[in-house]
């Protein structure tokens, strides 16, 4: 070995020697960098519940809490005030079940087509057209709600109020559909590809098979989309408030203006509410609200999920 190999060798020993020593570094450093940005999600989350309860518990020391939840006016700035969270609570409801009429079965149709029907080259193509609507701002679904969709339900609809529920309802069930289809197009594609196959040996037909053997299969990934949808529309908070109005529902009649819970926050968030007043700490009692309602959904996403999860 000529001296020219022996120092090109040592100075190959070397530079691994200092590569390995960045490498000791970044692997002890980068474990604490993890644990920091955990911590920091963790405080923060911390941080926020703990922020709605001092203020949601400062309003419920001015307000009755039976009065809260079993009240039916909602007029807190009246010289009189009600604080019933009844009319936000059916307005919320009633614009998310119109998004869900919506999103649940257009996005559920999507997601078996994209998963049973379309070629791997169609599946590519129109995924991620489909899930460009999930990147549409929400205040831009807002105006398309207040501007294109309600003058034509008014043409078809007469008595149909500028604000109203059925409008909102609507386009927030097409911003949906993306999370329906994509989360139930991905339980179904888990589902393995011998199970479609033995059906078919069976001579089942592909509807069939889509129906009754991979639909099954991913029916706890479904649901799971289904109850995430619904939380995603019960915290949606631009479009019910650009179109949706202002006035506390009074009934089911979804040609009215309906406010809803996200709705109040933006309007009282707005200025109308002085600091320190009875409305300005109601705002953190129907955030409170509001937290622990998609709290719930997201909680019973994961027990569907994993309660009914097939084990292949």
């Known amino acids: 070995m000529t001296d020219n190999e022996r120092s090109s060798i040592r100075q190959m020993i070397e530079k691994k020697a200092d590569n390995k020593g960045m490498t000791n570094v970044a692997e002890s450093l980068m474990p604490k960098f993890f644990l920091l940005c955990a911590v920091i999600s963790i405080l923060t989350t911390f941080g926020i519940v703990l922020t709605l309860l001092f203020e949601t ?75 460009v609507l999930a990147g549409i701002p929400t205040i831009v679904y807002g ?20 604000y109203n529920a059925l409008s909102p309802g609507l386009v927030m069930g097409i911003m949906i559909i993306p999370m329906v289809a994509s989360l139930s197009e991905d339980a179904m594609s888990a589902v393995p590809q011998s199970m479609r196959e033995g059906a078919f040996a069976l001579g089942a037909t592909r509807l069939e098979v889509s129906l009754r053997v991979v639909f099954p299969a991913a029916l706890s ?74 709290l719930a959904m997201n909680i019973l996403a994961q027990f569907i999920s994993k309660r009914f999860r097939e084990e292949y």
């Open 221 to 294: 990934g479904i649901i799971a989309s289904f109850v995430l949808a619904i939380s995603r529309a019960i915290g949606e908070t631009m479009i019910v408030t650009v179109a949706g109005g202002g006035s506390p529902a009074q009934g089911l009649d979804i040609t009215s203006s309906m406010q809803t819970m996200t709705a109040y926050i933006v309007q009282m968030s707005l200025g109308d509410a002085g600091f320190g007043t009875t409305v300005y700490y109601s705002i953190y009692a129907v955030g409170m609200t509001l937290f622990i309602f998609t």
């Open 143 to 162: 105006f398309f709600a207040l501007t294109f969709v309600t003058p034509i339900l008014q043409a078809i609809i007469p008595g149909l109020a500028i």
């Open 57 to 131: 518990v400062t309003f419920f020391t001015e307000v009755s809490m039976i009065e809260f939840i079993t009240s039916s006016e909602w007029y807190p700035m009246f010289s009189d005030p009600d604080y019933g969270i009844r009319p936000l609570l059916l307005g919320t409801f009633t614009i998310a079940a119109i998004a869900m009429i919506v999103a649940i079965p257009v996005g559920l149709a999507a997601a078996i087509y994209l998963s049973e029907y379309a070629s791997d080259k169609t599946r590519r193509t129109i995924k991620p057209v489909l899930e």
